[in-house]
């Protein structure tokens, strides 16, 4: 028997073994997902980093769906964008500074962070050579996993979780993100694809999104514009609350008393998950099956009809679901996306795409109808984030591979941030109850099975 052949036949043979009554979560009051019925999150901690609000109690003290809200340490992510946009400048930086410290920075102060981070934007000698160029893998996350875990040893002090050592760590880690994700795509063009190898050296005094755009183009080159919204998306993807998949992650392993880089390897793969990071790839490969599906992307009879037919698996890939539509919290709107859908035309318009941000915007304006006709609803849907980030990233030109990395290169501020909450107010290892279903019985010596 082969090797292929056991497994499978092992699998076969012990596969109903792990099926539970799904009855059984009911009886025991399981909250499945950490959420009830309704939706709603399981409360398992404190924070001040975030707050993200999607209904309001009235005044009977009845909570009713309202617009979402999502406020950066208690100040509205409209007001923050609005503030560094409307004085011509990035916001990534001060967004980070503000997560760390809980103020926003004043001029001296944002200087001299931006400073410090570019400086600290350096990995250690040969490491490019030795850890990324060596070992090219074709899943980019996970390249991105194996470095940050390999930084440990070329640090110090790496096991000191004190909060200025960890500070300190996280400076870096947020500093380097960046380097670390383009390489490893760098790596694998030129391994795999069998493309040119450009490895370009940061720019001393760039932002971190002027940063992601010229070491991931072979020319280095950008626009004013380019660069603006690839910064306002890294704002919006900085941080979401503690509930989030990778941010309880991070809550999780660190209240186990970890090391930050394996905090930030454990974060990482779980926003390598579809169901979490890499939502927005799905998006653009819906779009591209739509227009290849329809004869006018203005006829809004056929776009419904497409719809309809994602919501009964006739259409892409089957799943029955409209991504980019609906979110685990927000239910009327995503601020995030309310904030980035102005960009996203200015950025169609630049690169002579409006005709495809039309669809996009009819299609954001029909699937609420389509899903509310053909689901049953609990709370309002919408669409998320995830609906126009991967517009941008396409129309940026950046490879697929990267979605997700980009992500972790903003997310990970939000990780560092709620980290070093967890080190300073957890006191016990995070540990949740599971109940045993399964009934106890006698072990059988070997002779009688």
């Given at each position: 028997?082969t090797?292929?052949?056991?497994?499978?036949?092992?699998?076969?043979n012990?596969?109903?073994?792990?099926?539970?009554?799904?009855?059984?979560?009911?009886?025991?009051?399981?909250?499945?997902?950490?959420r009830?019925?309704n939706?709603?999150?399981?409360?398992?901690?404190?924070?001040?980093?975030?707050d993200?609000?999607?209904?309001?109690?009235?005044?009977?003290?009845?909570?009713?769906?309202?617009?979402?809200?999502?406020?950066?340490?208690?100040?509205?992510?409209?007001?923050?964008?609005n503030g560094?946009?409307?004085?011509?400048?990035h916001?990534?930086?001060?967004?980070?500074?503000?997560?760390?410290s809980?103020?926003?920075p004043?001029?001296?102060?944002?200087?001299?962070?931006?400073?410090?981070?570019?400086?600290?934007?350096?990995?250690?000698p040969?490491?490019v050579?030795?850890?990324?160029?060596?070992?090219?893998?074709?899943?980019?996350?996970?390249?991105?996993?194996?470095?940050?875990?390999?930084?440990?040893y070329?640090?110090?002090e790496?096991?000191?979780?004190s909060?200025?050592?960890?500070?300190?760590?996280?400076?870096f880690?947020i500093?380097?993100?960046?380097?670390l994700?383009?390489?490893?795509y760098?790596?694998f063009?030129?391994y795999?694809?069998?493309?040119?190898?450009?490895i370009?050296?940061?720019?001393?005094?760039?932002?971190?999104?002027?940063?992601?755009?010229?070491?991931?183009?072979?020319?280095?080159?950008?626009t004013?514009?380019?660069?603006?919204?690839?910064?306002?998306?890294?704002?919006?993807?900085?941080?979401?609350?503690?509930?989030?998949?990778?941010?309880?992650?991070?809550?999780?392993?660190?209240?186990?008393?970890?090391?930050?880089?394996?905090?930030?390897?454990?974060?990482?793969?779980?926003?390598?998950?579809?169901?979490?990071?890499?939502?927005?790839?799905?998006?653009?490969?819906m779009?591209?099956?739509?227009?290849?599906?329809?004869?006018?992307?203005?006829?809004?009879?056929q776009?419904?009809?497409?719809?309809v037919?994602?919501?009964?698996?006739?259409?892409?890939d089957?799943t029955?679901?409209?991504?980019?539509?609906?979110?685990?919290?927000?239910?009327?709107?995503d601020?995030?996306?309310?904030?980035?859908?102005?960009?996203?035309?200015?950025?169609?318009?630049?690169?002579g795409?409006?005709?495809?941000?039309?669809?996009y915007?009819?299609?954001e304006?029909?699937?609420?109808?389509?899903?509310?006709?053909r689901r049953?609803m609990?709370?309002?849907?919408s669409?998320?984030i995830?609906?126009y980030?991967?517009f941008?990233?396409?129309?940026l030109?950046?490879?697929?591979e990267?979605y997700?990395?980009?992500?972790?290169?903003?997310?990970i501020?939000g990780?560092?941030?709620?980290r070093?909450?967890?080190?300073?107010?957890?006191?016990?290892?995070?540990?949740?109850?599971?109940?045993?279903?399964?009934?106890?019985?006698?072990?059988?010596?070997?002779?009688?099975?």
């Amino acid at each position: 028997m082969t090797k292929e052949q056991y497994i499978s036949n092992f699998v076969d043979n012990s596969f109903d073994k792990y099926i539970i009554d799904p009855s059984l979560y009911g009886k025991h009051e399981v909250k499945r997902g950490l959420r009830d019925l309704n939706g709603k999150g399981v409360v398992t901690g404190l924070t001040e980093i975030s707050d993200i609000i999607s209904g309001k109690k009235d005044e009977n003290g009845v909570e009713r769906n309202c617009r979402g809200e999502l406020y950066f340490r208690g100040i509205d992510i409209n007001s923050i964008v609005n503030g560094f946009v409307s004085e011509n400048r990035h916001g990534f930086e001060e967004t980070v500074y503000l997560l760390l410290s809980g103020e926003l920075p004043n001029k001296t102060q944002l200087a001299e962070f931006e400073e410090q981070l570019c400086a600290m934007r350096t990995l250690p000698p040969s490491f490019v050579r030795d850890i990324i160029m060596k070992s090219p893998s074709g899943d980019m996350m996970n390249a991105l996993t194996r470095s940050v875990l390999s930084l440990y040893y070329y640090d110090d002090e790496p096991s000191d979780i004190s909060v200025k050592n960890v500070m300190r760590q996280s400076l870096f880690l947020i500093a380097v993100m960046p380097l670390l994700a383009a390489y490893a795509y760098q790596a694998f063009n030129y391994y795999k694809n069998g493309e040119s190898l450009f490895i370009h050296r940061p720019a001393p005094d760039a932002s971190t999104a002027e940063t992601l755009l010229s070491l991931i183009r072979t020319d280095g080159k950008y626009t004013p514009l380019e660069a603006q919204i690839l910064d306002i998306a890294l704002v919006l993807h900085a941080e979401h609350g503690g509930g989030n998949n990778s941010t309880f992650t991070t809550h999780v392993v660190t209240s186990s008393g970890t090391d930050t880089y394996s905090s930030v390897a454990a974060s990482l793969c779980s926003l390598k998950g579809p169901k979490h990071g890499g939502a927005n790839i799905k998006v653009v490969q819906m779009f591209q099956d739509m227009k290849q599906k329809l004869t006018d992307w203005k006829d809004e009879d056929q776009i419904r009809d497409y719809l309809v037919g994602l919501l009964e698996k006739r259409e892409f890939d089957g799943t029955g679901l409209i991504y980019g539509m609906g979110h685990a919290i927000y239910s009327l709107s995503d601020p995030r996306c309310e904030v980035l859908r102005g960009f996203v035309g200015k950025l169609a318009k630049e690169k002579g795409l409006e005709d495809e941000y039309e669809l996009y915007s009819a299609v954001e304006r029909i699937a609420p109808e389509v899903i509310s006709s053909r689901r049953r609803m609990y709370k309002g849907v919408s669409a998320n984030i995830d609906f126009y980030s991967g517009f941008i990233y396409r129309m940026l030109d950046l490879p697929p591979e990267l979605y997700t990395p980009i992500f972790a290169v903003s997310r990970i501020a939000g990780w560092s941030a709620h980290r070093i909450e967890e080190l300073i107010n957890g006191n016990k290892i995070i540990r949740p109850a599971y109940d045993a279903v399964a009934p106890h019985r006698a072990y059988v010596p070997m002779e009688n099975r």
